[in-house]
Nanobody
């Protein structure tokens, strides 16, 4: 199983980014998929989850209303649209299944700074 994250960048507070994750080696449509982030001072935390049929999603309190997760089961991709970014959103973002069933990819760095 392989996760390839992309889309991270340096952005100013209030800006937007869209992260993408290409997934291979598993029956993608069978799994709830999540985005996680890690900072130097915190353990990897769950940011957002989207369920198999894209009919529902869950978000961490800190990002609810600003981030939107979506998936394309035909392309085996999961994305994270991030709006109104804050300095505290800075970190390395990873995708994986909801229960972290597989080894992690390299992640993609998001830096929110003036």
């Amino acid at each position: 199983v392989q996760f390839v994250e992309s889309g991270g960048d340096l952005v100013q507070p209030g800006g937007s980014l869209r992260l993408s994750c290409e997934v291979s080696g598993l029956s993608f449509e069978r799994y709830p998929m999540s985005w996680y982030r890690q900072t130097p001072t915190k353990e990897r935390e769950l940011v957002a989850t989207i369920y198999r049929l894209s009919s529902s999603a869950d978000y961490a309190k800190s990002v609810k209303g600003r981030f939107t997760i979506d998936r394309d089961n035909a392309k085996n991709t999961v994305s994270l649209q991030m709006e109104s970014l804050k300095v505290e959103d800075t970190g390395v973002y990873f995708c994986n299944t909801r229960y972290k069933d597989f080894d992690w990819g390299q992640g993609t760095q998001v830096t929110v700074s003036t």
